[in-house]
């Protein structure tokens, strides 16, 4: 069964720090994985995508890596930002026979950061 | 502004109603995915349109219904509502090349949702 778990759950870390999401997941066979970061009764917006070959991934002060060998994903925040407090959702998809993408859903990690 | 249009933005109803949720993707994009989001729950595949016809189903309930126009808009039918059918109703739209299998790089855009209670 595909599955895509996160953690922690929940995370609350003061302005400026760095922090660090974990997705892991089962799903086969792979296409890519894509971290979304959803504010609060907003519409997921995409931060990074890769695919089998790639094992880092920047955008801004969000850096994603990826070890298809141990099916892993992290999500590394640098110098949060209050606006970086939202949902941080992992998304793996995998190719299914009629060459379309079956998604998965994580259930998200909560970030929270204070001043 | 992802491009992906969805309507209305709030909707309160009572149980045993039905409603509908319509979502227009963006331009050039003809597949629409719904998704189910439940009160600090993950988001919830539902179902999968692609120019027109339906191509996936996930957690779908036999109450809800959905189904994708000739314009590439997409309603979501619920009906019989419950209180458990509160939840936010996103809509996301991509662009599936026809007859060639998903890039892996393909991306899915997803609307501002519906936040549906069901009271």
């Known amino acids: 069964k595909n599955q895509v778990e996160q953690s922690p759950q929940s995370l609350i870390i003061l302005e400026g720090k760095n922090c660090t999401l974990q997705?892991?997941?089962?799903?086969?066979?792979?296409?890519?994985l894509r971290w979304y970061k959803q504010d609060t009764g907003r519409g997921p917006v995409s931060l990074t995508i890769m695919t089998f070959s790639e094992n880092t991934k920047s955008n801004g002060r969000y850096t994603a890596t990826l070890d298809a060998d141990t099916k892993q994903s992290s999500l590394h925040i640098t110098a949060s930002q209050l606006s970086d407090s939202a949902s941080y959702i992992c998304?793996?998809?995998?190719?299914?026979?009629?060459?379309?993408?079956?998604?998965?859903f994580g259930t998200g990690t909560k970030l929270q950061v204070i001043p | 502004d992802s491009g992906v249009t969805q309507t209305p933005k709030h909707l309160i109803t009572a149980t045993g109603q039905r409603v509908t949720l319509r979502c227009s993707p963006r331009?050039?994009?003809?597949?629409v995915y719904w998704y189910q989001q439940s009160l600090d729950q993950g988001l919830q595949f539902l179902i999968h349109?692609?120019?027109?016809?339906?191509?996936a189903k996930g957690n779908i309930l036999e109450r809800f219904s959905a189904q994708q126009f000739p314009d590439l808009h997409s309603e979501l039918n619920l009906s019989s509502l419950e209180l458990g059918d509160s939840a936010l109703y996103f809509c996301?739209?991509?662009?599936?090349?026809?007859?060639?299998?998903?890039?892996?790089?393909?991306?899915?855009?997803f609307g501002q949702g519906t936040r549906l209670t069901v009271v």
């Open positions: 349109y692609y120019n027109g016809e339906e191509r």
């Open positions: 331009s050039g994009d003809l597949s």
């Open positions: 997705c892991n997941y089962t799903v086969s066979p792979f296409s890519n």
């Open positions: 996301a739209s991509s662009v599936v090349p026809t007859g060639t299998p998903l890039t892996s790089r393909t991306e899915a855009f």
């Open positions: 998304v793996v998809s995998a190719m299914n026979s009629g060459g379309y993408q079956k998604v998965t």
